[in-house]
Structures are given as C-alpha cells and as structure tokens.
C-alpha cells in the first residue's frame, strides 16, 4: 500500500540566516551597500525537512542546535512546523550554526556558513537515531554535517532496507564511495559539475554528466538545471524534465524545496519522473517569495501548479 502521509527522515544542518539582499554580489574585493537585511530559519536540513512537511510527510528531524537563543527559536520553529524534533540535541557551550546570504535582483545568492553545532554531530549521534531511521520510508542528506556521520547514516539505512536520498551539497571535488551509494542523488548543476569534474552549461552537458554519476554508486541520478528544468537518469536513457516557467525573485530555497518534495513524491510511491516532475513544481515555486523556509510552498499550490500542465 502507498503510504498517504510518507514517513521521512532528514538528517542535516539546522542553521539561522543573515539574509542580505543587494542589487549586485560584491566581486573579490569590493564593497556593496544593501538594500535590506532580515534574519530567518534555515540549514539545509532543516530546509528540506521543513519542506517535506508542508507537502505531506511526516518528518523527524535529526540534527543539532547550540544551547544558544537561537537554538531555542529553531526548535520552535520546527516544531510549529509539525516536525517530530525528539532528535535533535542541543549543544552544550556551542553557538548554533549561522549562514550568511546574500541574494542580487536577479535572484541569484551566495552563501557563506558557520557549521557550528552542525559540526559537532557525529557518528554517536547517527547510533542514537537508528530506530527512527529504521522505521521511515526516505532518509534525506545532505553535507552540512559530519561526511562520516552521513556515511554512517546511508549505511543503517541500507541495513534496513530504507532509501536514500543525498542532496550532495554543499559539495566536495571527489566523495568517498561510501556517500555515493544511494538510492537518490540529486545535484544541482554546479554541483554534478564538480563531481564529474568538468563545466555542465547545457541539457547535453547534463545527460553526459549523469550518465558519469551513474556509474560513481548512486542507482538514479538527478541534476536540477533552474530554469532549465532537471536531467534524470534512472539506469536506462537519461531524460529531460521540462522547467515551470516562474518570476523567480530568489534561488535561496530552490534546491531544498526540490529535495524536500522529492522526498515526499517517492516516499507516496512514485516513479522517478514523476517525481521530479513534482519536485520541479516545488522548486520553481520557492524562486517567486523571498528567504528559505518562508518560500517554501504547500501541497496545494505545488498540485495547483502542476495541473498547469494537463
């Protein structure tokens, strides 16, 4: 039986964002006034996990917050979100992690993080959450923590028979095996870039690459291109996934909104395609509302989006 409310479980960072936003980026060396500054929730982790959660999971976030004020307000913001926190830690003596980003007009960022607690999650931690991992349908990754507690986390899930899915970011030139074998990869294009080591600027650029990350461990392969839609490698022939076309205004929580409702998509049951399909529709939402967590969209409006299309 599909499950109607898929149970996931995201293993990741749980950050707070310094979010400026400025005309330009600064180039090497140079200074920019800002227009705005604001500050809100955020962590790759908890972006996806958070996003999975407002389109139909049921979510237990596993990560660590300092034993700041700041990691009181992230707990709290997960869980009005109705995210299951009982495994997330507080860190004695430690700040919460902190990200700075900042995005121009165009809708394009940077971003710089202070791991913080994010760095202090380890294997142990990994032990502790075996039970949970064992019991839910998907476990989501990424790299803002610990490689070796991510390591160690594909690995009890593999041993219980749950899938996987690692959002490689942010990304290092070469990954231990042991990261790559999943069930789910899904790299954005700078970062399928990275991994292959070589330039991916178009859909055929994307199809070669993920016919090469195939073959690195990973059994499907999906490279978000932005507007340009996805490339999706399922064992056989590589496809293409048309993008929605949107009035982007932020990237910010593009990638996260896509790996959160990729989640969701497969843990209901769905074939790949379709579940890019969804995760796209999910993507291209979050580029039109400015921030993280606060552009991630629900499940009504990511269905009302792909009836777009029938």
Known sequence: MVPKFPRIAVL???????????????????TVLADSSSEVAGGKGANQAVAAARLGGQVTMIGRVGDDVFGERLLTGLVREKLDTSLVWQTADCASGMAIVAVEQSGENSIIVVPGANGRFTEDDVAAATDAIGSC?????????????????????????????LNPAPVVDQLPRNLLEVDVMCPNRIEASALAGRPIQSLDDAVSAAWQLSRMGPKSV?????SMGAVLSDGGQPEWCEPFPVDSVDTTAAGDAFA??????????????????????????ATTRHGAQP????????DALLRTRT
Do not use: H, Y
Not at 14 to 26: G, K, Y
Not at 157 to 162: E, I, L
Not at 264 to 276: D, I, Q, S, Y
Not at 295 to 302: F, N, T
């Open 260 to 285: 959160g409702a990729l989640a969701v998509r497969l843990g209901e049951g769905a074939m790949l395609r379709e579940a890019v399909q969804f995760a796209c529709a999910a993507g291209a939402i």
């Open 295 to 302: 552009a991630l969209p629900s499940r009504e409006e990511v």
């Open 12 to 30: 990741g960072s749980i950050n707070r964002d310094i979010v400026i936003r400025c005309a330009r980026l600064p180039q090497q060396g140079e």
């Open 137 to 165: 349908d998907i476990l989501l990754l990424q790299l803002e923590v610990c490689t070796n507690a991510v390591a160690a986390a594909i690995a009890v899930a593999r041993q219980k028979g749950v899938r996987t899915i």
């Open 222 to 226: 999906v490279i978000t291109m932005g």
